[in-house]
């Protein structure tokens, strides 16, 4: 099931013309942050899934990547309704906006900052509480010695939290990078 | 795979599997693995083999108020020492009675 990648503008025709083809039900539409990973790149990528409903085995992806500091897309949701829904839930994990959708949240509080499923986001009352991960196997106490290990979504502490306050605030692939977890690395830039 | 065709409701520890290898507890999203172990030397080596130890599994806990049931600690554990359990947990009074050491775990 690979994707096929369509420019932004192109989403909404690129999808009118899938459902014309027959592909009528709209499985699924999600958001995938690329940042942060080894080779990824500054961009939201959005994909849908569609499948056709006579040949049930067949399916349409359709991707298109979106600039992670402004991310715009038509809606889908005069196309398929149930879509609607989706574009709720990535638009406010992700902080994408689906023009001519229904902005309303699905899930989160009202009062909620942030875009929770942005792997820039920072766990930050993890960071704070001890991780039962900290300790090795044959520990009972975590040893603050050696490679300590992190967990995943509290980046180490020297680029979040104890960062040099002189220093310029860390940039989103920074902090993603940082925040995957693992053995402690030692700052590999500056 | 050992997922809910053979039920959902809880995971048991197969303890002597454990190596208190803190795999579980590392991949858990929850937090809710809680490992204690320590290293003992092996005992019966033979003569003149070089001494080595071993790690000993003194606690270990799920926190079932936390716990949501994703299964990865059982997908992850290289050894093969959580397994899904049809049971439910029971209810408690108080969260803190929902942590359950070794001797729920196991039972």
């Known amino acids: 099931m690979s994707a096929s990648t369509v420019p932004p503008a192109d989403w909404l025709a690129a999808a009118t013309a899938a459902r014309a083809e027959g592909f009528t039900f709209c499985e699924w539409?999600?958001?995938?942050?690329?940042?942060?990973?080894?080779?990824?790149?500054?961009?939201?990528?959005?994909?849908?899934?569609?499948?056709?409903?006579?040949?049930?085995?067949?399916?349409?992806?359709?991707?298109?990547?979106?600039?992670?500091?402004?991310?715009?897309?038509a809606s889908?949701?005069?196309?398929?309704?149930?879509?609607?829904?989706?574009?709720?839930?990535?638009?406010?994990?992700?902080?994408?906006?689906?023009?001519?959708?229904?902005?309303?949240?699905?899930?989160?509080?009202?009062?909620?900052e942030g875009t929770p499923m942005r792997k820039d986001e920072v766990l930050g009352a993890r960071s704070g509480s001890p991780w039962p991960g900290a300790k090795e196997p044959g520990e009972s106490d975590a040893s603050p010695s050696r490679r300590r290990m992190v967990p995943p979504g509290v980046p180490e502490a020297e680029v979040w939290?104890?960062?040099?306050?002189?220093?310029p605030a860390p940039g989103p692939a920074e902090v993603a990078g940082s925040a995957v977890g693992g053995r402690a690395r030692r700052r590999r830039t500056r | 795979?050992?997922?809910?065709?053979?039920?959902?409701?809880?995971?048991?520890?197969?303890?002597?599997?454990?190596?208190?290898?803190?795999?579980?507890?590392?991949?858990?999203?929850?937090?809710?693995?809680?490992?204690?172990?320590?290293?003992?030397?092996?005992?019966?080596?033979?003569?003149?083999?070089?001494?080595?130890?071993?790690?000993?599994?003194?606690?270990f806990e799920i926190d079932w108020s936390l716990c949501m049931y994703c299964g990865i600690c059982v997908e992850e554990c290289p050894f093969d020492a959580l397994a899904w359990e049809p049971a439910h947990t029971d209810a408690a009074p108080s969260a803190l009675v929902l942590r359950h050491g070794i001797d729920e775990l196991t039972r």
């Open chain 1, 76 to 112: 889908l949701r005069t196309l398929f309704a149930g879509a609607g829904w989706h574009e709720r839930e990535a638009g406010e994990m992700f902080g994408v906006e689906f023009v001519g959708g229904d902005a309303r949240r699905l899930l989160l509080a009202a009062e909620f």
């Open chain 1, 29 to 73: 539409l999600a958001a995938v942050d690329e940042i942060g990973r080894p080779g990824g790149r500054d961009v939201l990528r959005v994909l849908l899934v569609l499948r056709h409903l006579e040949r049930p085995t067949q399916t349409r992806v359709l991707a298109t990547e979106l600039d992670r500091d402004a991310p715009r897309l």
């Open chain 2, 1 to 59: 795979m050992s997922g809910p065709a053979s039920g959902h409701g809880s995971i048991r520890l197969v303890e002597q599997n454990c190596t208190s290898c803190m795999v579980c507890a590392r991949e858990c999203p929850s937090w809710c693995i809680t490992i204690d172990s320590h290293t003992e030397p092996v005992p019966d080596l033979p003569a003149g083999a070089r001494e080595r130890t071993r790690n000993v599994l003194d606690r």
């Open chain 1, 161 to 167: 939290g104890d960062r040099d306050p002189a220093a």
